[in-house]
């Protein structure tokens, strides 16, 4: 087990920043420290690829972050404000002199982006090793990330294609969890996971379509947030209503993104300060993070008291789960209780979890195939033997002989159900709940030399991707769902609970989990 170290790096990002704001900490100290702990930890777990090798850039760097926080700091003296004023201006300094790196799905400057996929590189035989070329700009939320101040130095390792739970590639090989190196990390954001739960990082970004933030911030002891999804598109989205008139009769619009982008930390405060630097400025008035940190321990307890939490378990018993993860998750849901927050059991499916799976498999399929389309070009008949020239991984090619071969009609079927749920979902919150939950995994961490598990309590898994079923529900409704950690098991493992509201409940959803965080360290003992 990778423990915390007796440094910088066991601080949370806000921690940091106030230490850095107030000149307590520098950025080149912070800088030193975090490559020393990526130097002695990352051989053992691999969450962090493409590290940028040329160490005098980075203390550079540092050092010109500290010359910005000298300034900022003589400002502060001058006007007589606070620390926190400036940290709370998240777009305006908040991260400077804080060391990131970003998931290997997104363009960096400066870095690669491999997806860890063969297709975007070449392989050179001599050296036996594989060349991608660097990006020359930045993601939207990257470039805000930086301009808040975040040294970028490295990415997160990612499935192959963001593809499935579990981070391994055959560019960087298996990403594996500091509670246990024989273990997963989880996915596709395992990189970031476990590189925040071996104290290389404070904060980091990741996205989620199929539980990529909730899966690994359950099995690394972590919070995350997949934010409502609308607030995260750089482009206005459709409306809910379905589109008929699609211009392509192979690209179907969604009524609403399907995959997000959103932050992971190690408390939920730090997640309140990176989604409100990651929100795109246009959509910059539906979060503040003031509404999260502005709150004393007994603020939030008259916030969150009353509230009601559905405990959705297994779904009526349609979700296997392996022994333990439920009795785990519910007595971590019991802890809001000492917070007058009513846990029920909902023992009824609040809707065909059949429909809700055939309904996502299919949609899933069509977004991978169209995507991969879009990237590689050309007839839309070549995609399936580029991808299997090019030695894509076999799930890959799954999702993509599906997604060919679906038609308009059907995706337009599906997303009815997809509907018909995301209203029983609103209906349900309006009349009898506040938030709904449901464990971050229907297994603890699995062997990492496994692809993925093929059965769960004695039930097949039918496809690489079935065991992952738990996190369907609030994919497709694009609702927002904040994860948080549920202890270790009696095996020594983690697992986590992820707890979701109806659209445009984000701040509520961090102000439930700071609550128990603060519970949990003694705020409220």
Known sequence: MIVAPESLLKYSAIELSRALHSRQVTAVDLMHETLHRIDAINPQINAVVSLEQNRDRLMEEARRADEILDGIAAAVNNNDASDDSFILSSKNNWLRGIPM???????????????????????????TSWHFDNQTEDAPYVHRLRKAGAIIIGKTNTPELGAGCHSYNPIFGTTVNPMDVSKAAGGSSGGAGAALASYMFCALDGSDMMGSLRNPAGWNSLYSLRPTVEWMEEEQVVDDELVDNDADDHNVKMPWPMSTIGPMGRCPEDLALMLQTMIPAGRAELFDA???????????????????????????????????????????????????????????????????????????SHLIFNSLHEQIGGDRCDVLQTLKERGVKAEVIYECERGFKLTKEQIHDRLRTVQAWSTCAANEFGSKYDFLALPSSQTYPFDASLDWPKSIAGKKMDTYHR??????????????????????GSRGLLIGVQIFGPKGSDAKLLQLACWYSRYCKGDYL
């Open 101 to 127: 790196a970003i998931k290997d799905l997104e363009d960096t400057q400066g870095f690669p982006t491999t997806k860890g996929c063969p297709i975007y590189g070449t392989y050179n035989d001599e050296s």
């Open 290 to 364: 003031a509404s999260i940190l502005d709150q004393s321990s007994e603020q939030l307890s008259q916030i969150v008291k009353g509230k009601t939490i559905g405990w959705l378990a297994d779904w009526g018993g349609e979700y296997p789960m392996e022994a333990g993860v439920l009795q785990q998750c519910r007595e971590s849901l019991d802890i809001f209780t000492k917070g007058n927050v009513d846990v029920q059991c909902v023992a009824t499916p609040l809707f065909s979890s059949k429909e809700l799976w055939e309904s996502w498999i299919t949609i899933r």
């Open 467 to 488: 065991w992952m079923e738990v996190m369907v529900p609030v994919t497709v409704a694009g609702l927002p769902c904040v994860t948080i950690p549920a202890g270790i």
